[in-house]
């Protein structure tokens, strides 16, 4: 990801969740990380694991974009949640039974995080930024189609696995 745009000085952590992916970019990096969250209780987690690892980031509580003003970032990454509703039966038992409904199940698509975030992201992104997101390997296309012309350099990058698991775009100047 952040090959992708070395210049960049802001990076946001879109549903940072346990804080995971800000945490490693304040730690990797000397830019500026902001991370948000709609759930007050993730946001307990993720500041208290910055605090124990002497990461500097900046929580705010937010649903998608909500927490961020215009043309505030250079990236945003994000692991929004991507499993329709009508899947939960399938979902292992291990994260079916552990995480939060809300990490899990943004609605009946699974597409309706990605929809939200791809259309508000330039309001957020500086010119030029770039977008990060896991998605799910079988949305690949779907997630695909919600990018338009305001959108260059869309790349999809598989795991280890071969899947498709991570859409990248950079927001046209």
Not at 19 to 37: C, H, N, Y
Request: net charge negative; proline share 8%; glycine share 6%.
């Amino acid at each position: 990801m952040l090959a992708r745009a070395p210049a960049a000085r802001r990076l946001a952590d879109i549903g940072c969740g346990s804080g995971a992916i800000a945490i490693t970019l304040a730690l990797e990096t000397r830019a500026a990380v902001f991370a948000s969250d709609i759930s007050a209780a993730a946001l307990a987690v993720a500041r208290d694991n910055a605090r124990r690892l002497g990461a500097s980031v900046h929580f705010a509580r937010g649903d998608v974009t909500a927490a961020f003003g215009p043309s505030t970032v250079d990236v945003i990454a994000a692991n929004p949640p991507y499993i329709p509703e009508l899947e939960r039966d399938t979902v292992q038992p291990e994260v079916r039974d552990f995480e939060p409904p809300v990490a899990l199940y943004p609605g009946p698509t699974g597409l309706e995080i990605y929809t939200r975030l791809i259309a508000d992201a330039p309001r957020v992104l500086s010119p030029g930024g770039l977008l990060v997101m896991e998605i799910g390997y079988r949305l690949s296309d779907a997630v695909q189609a919600l990018f338009d012309a305001r959108w260059r350099n869309l790349e999809i990058t598989a795991d280890l696995a071969g899947l498709p698991r991570v859409v990248s775009a950079t927001l046209s100047p």
